[in-house]
Structures are given as structure tokens and as C-alpha cells.
């Protein structure tokens, strides 16, 4: 490999020590394999020794500081080129900004960002005076005043005490996702109790006396729920534990602040238990409501006298329903359907927001995100009426905004588009209005400039494939193939709604396309999309179906295989992996971020984080069952002696749900087999974990390294 100076410049090679994997029978996890190989088959992993899982052994250490010096070298040339995309992304970001306040109480909370500085400020006003802002606003929590001395701080936001004179907040330190809880005095901003290493899932009860919270076990799962009472040297009273590996525990309060449910949960089963702080106060008992059964998916929340359940029925309403039973009658046998809001197959339900008077239903339909409100009749068993939310562009997601207000006839909702910045609206469910509070605002971004369109494509097995694309119209001649960038992910049933990014704007203006594959393993196109067709034995849809959308981008002249990038990251990763394994021609770079690629060597192992409850995803590779199907597949298992496109590879160092070791032994296959000169480049963020930098600069600069290297490989650097 020869830099842009003519010096070569080899990669790094990773010694072999060959270590033996065996699968069939897991230690201490026999139970979970229903049928295990027989006899036990053994695979044998050159580059295990790259694993080390307090991440301090100095020859991994050097090995990847190595990678990433061979990666700023092989980027060298692009160093002018990173920066101007950097002032370019920049130049679409109001430094100085404030998010919308939204009301909580006696005043309105909300965050703002200052130019120069990289973290966030959570800030306070009294409602009653929103016209003296500047007057009457508060400090609560500078960031940028902790982070100083840290090279990662991630703080997700406050939780302000139901009197709101504390606040608590959680902060990771390494991006391991490890929060340690703090209360703050919210008038004089001192310390008043923290507590170690939780899980991040917190909720505080009706008095602001205690915390509820979860710990993670050595896995990373979360398992345990607790109750802290503030100021007290009392030791923490553990209420629940989860023993079952399949499962994860969380936690949350009703908006009507009533209840404290905690749900249990693997990918195919829920139970739940819920406390009445009005009745039994923090220190009550935790109460099951329906007892876990294989198949049966519920979550539940609450209004007067009644609960209502988002559920499938154990799949018998696979898109899911919403019912009701009273609060005293919590169990299955007492759920029956609202009068007026029965199932329907061809609705799928994803999120329900009680209120006194409302409940707003989000859900998806053809494919695209939808919103109903129904208003309640007395007895809150029936709908008196129900309307769904209409709104303009197409495609386009809503999304359910901050709601802290139970006695509201109004709901906050997130909207945007691939042309549209997210916008914060708030509609009256009962006058049927719309008012916009904030538009994100973009600084250099004319959207008259830009256009979006929903196409179709056909998989090999006839399914239509949706596919949302955006891009410049003046960059754009129908029937000109022009440069694409094609973005999936299609996993755990999650959606990949169309979404707006200023960052991708750089590509946009140098004529760059930017298109999503609504591929199966997601699900855009109901429950059926992701559970019957992508995952399990048929888990092979989702590159098929990648690779099927890019062929009919191409055979469309939208583009060619030469103008085309493809991206992916976390299970995004695997799938642009896979696809690169079974087509690698099908562009001419691969940009990865935080990859799964060692799908076999991390499912076989349950003391990795999060392998047990993955098992209900891909499958156990212990269980004959799977055990061929996911090696057919498995990225690392399946690279070949065969020409590659460019590949990046972005990975974090304090990964916790795709280990460092996973793109690190990825790219020393890849160089190892591949018989063509394209690089492969490996950069690893040794301060970061799987959502990359906290400081939003940073954030920017790596966005921009990893930009600069896809438009280099497309020929448009000098664009």
C-alpha cells in the first residue's frame, strides 16, 4: 500500500495464536440449548488474543494504537479535505441554541448549548414567567464544568424531584454505560447523595424521598432494581431480581405518577410488576400483574381506575393491541378490548401515552409512522372519539416528544423528514390543532434546495422492498446513475424512520444520494416483518434484501456499483459484513461503525455482555438448529480470498455492546484473505464507547474522518 506521497506503508498484522472455540455444550448455560451439537464441534480463532475485557493488556493496547496510526497515515492526504468538511458540518450547527422548554410542574425545563463549548447546560424557568427568559432562568447542571477534566462525559439529561427542589442525574465516565445516580440541591447546586454504578434506569417516588434504580450484572444486563432513600445510611433494599440470563430488567413511572412498573423482558417475553405509591407509598411491595409466559409481550400504563396494556396476546395479535382492566384485576384473564379501538391486524401499535382525559396511540401503517388519539369515555373502557393526526410530508416520522404533564388536553410530539429539521409540535387532542414550538434550526440550509422520495423495490422472493431517498436537486438527472450512499440496519425489530442529519449534508451537496433500506429484520412494515421474516432461520432476508434494494438502484440508474457506498452500524455493521461476503461488488467502499461481525465466537460465549439475551435474536449457535444457518452467514466465519471494496471501520474501545476485539479481528481477516490493494482501515476511539464521542466537536471531527474517506474512494474529494 502506497500513501499519497508515493512512501508504502504496510498495515498492521496481527499474530496468530490460535485458540479453540468449541460449540454444543456452553458451561453452566446446558439448560438454554434445547438440542445441542453432537458431538461438540470446535473452531479455532486466530486472533483471539486481541480480546481483553478490562482493556489493558499493553500488547492489545499497542496493536490497536498501531491501527490507528496506520489509519491516519493511509489518511494523510485528507487532512486539508477532513477539516473543510468539518467547518462545513459545523456550519450547519447553531452553536448557541436551546432546545424547546417543555413544562414540568411549576416551571419549564429545557437545555441549551453554547458556542465553544462541547456539552450541554440544563436550565430551569418558572412557568408563570416565560416572558422574562433571561431574568428568571437557572442554571441546574453545566456539563462542560464537569467534563473539563474527562476525556468522555456522557450525561443523558436531569430528572427534576417531584417537589423540584433536587434534581438527579446520571454520568458515564468511559462510555461502558456504567451511571453513577447524583442529587443536587437544586437552589445552591451541592452534591446532597449519590449512588455507584447503576444501570442508568431511574425513577423517584411521589415525595422525593427515595430513588428506585437498576444494577447490571457482569454481562451488562441489567437485573436488579433497588429503592435508595436519600440522606440515609441505611444500606439500599434490593426489591427484585432477575435471574434468568433471557431477561432484562427496567423501570419507569406512570405519567399519572401513581405507578412504579418494572418490566422484565427477553426479545420474545415480558412480565411486569407495578407498586401504588398513592396507596402503598415507596417502601410498598412490588406486585406482579401477569405472570410471564413464553410468547406473550406486554407493557402497561395507566389512568384512573384502570390499566392499559399494549400487548400481542402471545401472538395472537401480532401487531399488537391495546386493553384494559382494572387496577385491582391487573391479570390476563381480566384484559378486554376498548369499545371502539379493537385490533387491527393491518395497525401496528409501538408506543400508548395516557393522559387524565386522552390516550395517544403511536403506531406504524403501510409502512409509515402514525399517530391516534382517543378520547375517553367515563368509565374508560370505551372511546368516545378517535381521530388520527395528519400530517404534511411524505415520507416523513413522528415520534412522541417530552410529556410531563398528566392533566393536559395537549401532547408533544418530534416530527421531521429527510428534507424537514426535527421540528417540536404540540397538538390539543381535543380542538384538533397544531402549534409548532421550535424548528431545529440549521444554519446554510435551504430546503427548497432538497427532495425526498419513497420508491420500491422487489426482493428475490418477490416481498416489495421500501426504500426512502433524498438528495440535491440540482445533482440530480432521472436516469443519470449518480453517487449513493445506501444506509440499513434491519434488526431487533427497530425501525430506521426516515430522519434528518445536517452532517449528511456534505454528501448531499457534492451529489451524493442518501438512501435507507426498509429491510425485513426491522419493523417498518409491522410486527410480521421483523418476527416471521428476519430473524432466526430466516435472518438471511435482511441481506438479501439489502443487496436486492442496491440492484434495483442500480438496474433504475440511480446509480452503479462504482458510485455506490454502503453503510451500517452495530447490527448494521453485520449486515453491510454479510453483504460484503456474498457481494463484494456491489460498491466501492463499506464505511462500519462499531460492527458485530464475530457473530459465532461472541454468541457462544454467555460470559460476553449481552450474548444470552442475543440468543433470542439470531439464535444459539450451541443449538444444531442455528448452528449452520448463522455460521452461513457470520462475517468474520465467511471472508474469502476474493477482491474487497475500501472499508472503514470505526470501533470504540469501552464498547460494551460490540467489543472492541470484534472490528479489530474483522480487519486483520479482511487484510489477511482479500487479493485486491483497496484499504482497510480500522479506528478505534480509545476514550469512547458504541455511540462514539460525547464531546459534540469531537463527534463532528470523527463524523468528518470517516466522510472524508468515503467521498476519497468515490473520487469527490476534490468536489
Known amino acids: 500500500m502506497r500513501v499519497s506521497d508515493g512512501r508504502s506503508l504496510s498495515a498492521p498484522v496481527a499474530e496468530k495464536k490460535p485458540k479453540p472455540v468449541r460449540f454444543g455444550k456452553p458451561e453452566g ?8 451439537l453432537d458431538p461438540v464441534r470446535e473452531h479455532l480463532d486466530p486472533y483471539a488474543w486481541l480480546r481483553c475485557d478490562d482493556r489493558k493488556d499493553p500488547q492489545v493496547l499497542e496493536h490497536l494504537r498501531r491501527e490507528n496510526e496506520y489509519a ?16 462545513e458540518m459545523l456550519g450547519h450547527v447553531r452553536e448557541t441554541d436551546d432546545t424547546c422548554p417543555h413544562p414540568h410542574g411549576p416551571y419549564q425545563y429545557y437545555v441549551k448549548t453554547l458556542e465553544g463549548k462541547s456539552y450541554e447546560i440544563h436550565c430551569r424557568k418558572p412557568t408563570s414567567n416565560q416572558a422574562r427568559v433571561k431574568a428568571e432562568e437557572q442554571v441546574l447542571l453545566d456539563v462542560n464544568a464537569m467534563a473539563q477534566e474527562l476525556e468522555y462525559c456522557d450525561v443523558p439529561g436531569i430528572d427534576p424531584s417531584p417537589c423540584h427542589e433536587m434534581y438527579v442525574y446520571a454520568i458515564d465516565t468511559k462510555g461502558s454505560e456504567d451511571y453513577d445516580l447524583v442529587v443536587v440541591n437544586a437552589s445552591t447546586g451541592e452534591e446532597m447523595d449519590r449512588v455507584p454504578r447503576t444501570g442508568g434506569c431511574f425513577e423517584w417516588d411521589e415525595q422525593s424521598a427515595f430513588l428506585f434504580y437498576t444494577k447490571r450484572d457482569k454481562a451488562q444486563r441489567q437485573f436488579q432494581i433497588w429503592r435508595h432513600k436519600l440522606g440515609s445510611q ?8 432477575e435471574n434468568d440470563e433471557l431477561f432484562n430488567l427496567t423501570l419507569a413511572k406512570t405519567l399519572s405518577g401513581r405507578f412504579i412498573v418494572t418490566n422484565s423482558s427477553s426479545t420474545e417475553t415480558s412480565e411486569e410488576r407495578f407498586l401504588d405509591l398513592e396507596k402503598e407509598g415507596a417502601e410498598g411491595n412490588l406486585r406482579l400483574l401477569q405472570e410471564r409466559k413464553y410468547g406473550l409481550l406486554y407493557s402497561v400504563t395507566h389512568r384512573g381506575d384502570n390499566f392499559y396494556i399494549e400487548t400481542n396476546l402471545g401472538k395472537q395479535a401480532q401487531n399488537f393491541t391495546l386493553l384494559v382492566c382494572n387496577i385491582e384485576e391487573p391479570a390476563m384473564d381480566h384484559w378486554e378490548a376498548i369499545k371502539g379501538f379493537e385490533y387491527d391486524p393491518d395497525r401496528y401499535i409501538t408506543d400508548a401515552v395516557c393522559f387524565e382525559d386522552h390516550i395517544a396511540v403511536f403506531g406504524r401503517q403501510d409502512g409509515f409512522t402514525k399517530l391516534w388519539i382517543l378520547k375517553m369515555d367515563g368509565s374508560g373502557r370505551g372511546v368516545s372519539s378517535l381521530h388520527e393526526v395528519e400530517f404534511e410530508e411524505f415520507p416523513s416520522t413522528v415520534s412522541r416528544g417530552i410529556n410531563r404533564e398528566f392533566k393536559t388536553d395537549v401532547i408533544r410530539v418530534g416530527y421531521q423528514s429527510l428534507v424537514s429539521p426535527r421540528s417540536v409540535i404540540d397538538y390539543n387532542m381535543d380542538k384538533k390543532t397544531k402549534e409548532t414550538k421550535k424548528v431545529k434550526p440549521v444554519p446554510n440550509y435551504n430546503k427548497t434546495l432538497y427532495a425526498s422520495e419513497r420508491l420500491m423495490a422487489t426482493a428475490r422472493d418477490g416481498v416489495s422492498i421500501p426504500i426512502s431517498i433524498v438528495y440535491r436537486k440540482d445533482k440530480h438527472v432521472p436516469g443519470r446513475p449518480e453517487h449513493l ?7 431487533y425489530g427497530i425501525c430506521n424512520d426516515p430522519f434528518f442529519s445536517p452532517s449528511n449534508l456534505v454528501l448531499l451537496d457534492r451529489g451524493v444520494h442518501f438512501a435507507i433500506a426498509h429491510i425485513r429484520g426491522g419493523g417498518e412494515m409491522g410486527r410480521a416483518w421483523y418476527e416471521d421474516q428476519g430473524k432466526y432461520l430466516t435472518k438471511k432476508n435482511t441481506f438479501y434484501d439489502f443487496i436486492d434494494v442496491a440492484d434495483h438502484l442500480v438496474a433504475s440508474n440511480w446509480t ?5 457506498a454502503i453503510h451500517g452500524r452495530s447490527a ?16 466501492k467502499v463499506c464505511l462500519a461503525g462499531v460492527p458485530f461481525v464475530d457473530l459465532m465466537c461472541t454468541m457462544s460465549d454467555p460470559s ?7 440468543w433470542e435474536e439470531w439464535g444459539n449457535p450451541h443449538d444444531e438448529r442455528y448452528y449452520d444457518y448463522m455460521l452461513s452467514y457470520s462475517p468474520i466465519d465467511n471472508v474469502s480470498a476474493q477482491p474487497y471494496p475500501a472499508v472503514m471501520i470505526a470501533a470504540g474501545l469501552h464498547d460494551p455492546r460490540v467489543a472492541y476485539w470484534e472490528p479489530a479481528k474483522w480487519a486483520a481477516k479482511l487484510r489477511e484473505l482479500k487479493t485486491d490493494s483497496n484499504p482497510i482501515i480500522l479506528k478505534t476511539e480509545m476514550s469512547s464507547g458504541h455511540f462514539s464521542a460525547s464531546d459534540r466537536y469531537k463527534y463532528l471531527r470523527e463524523k468528518a474522518f470517516e466522510y472524508a474517506f468515503v467521498l476519497d474512494q468515490l473520487g469527490l474529494c476534490q468536489v
Open 560 to 564: 452503479k456499483p462504482e458510485r455506490m
Open 29 to 36: 448455560h446446558e439448560k438454554c440449548v434445547e438440542r445441542p
Open 234 to 241: 441505611e444500606e439500599d433494599a434490593l426489591l427484585l431480581q
Open 485 to 491: 450512499m445506501l444506509y440499513g440496519y434491519g434488526s
Open 72 to 87: 491516519e497515515q493511509m489518511t494523510q492526504h485528507l487532512q486539508e479535505f477532513r477539516q473543510t468538511l468539518y467547518r
Open 608 to 614: 460476553i455482555p449481552l450474548t444470552v439475551p442475543e
Open 572 to 587: 448494521g455493521g453485520l449486515l453491510v459484513g454479510a453483504v460484503l461476503n456474498m457481494r463484494p461488488d456491489i460498491c
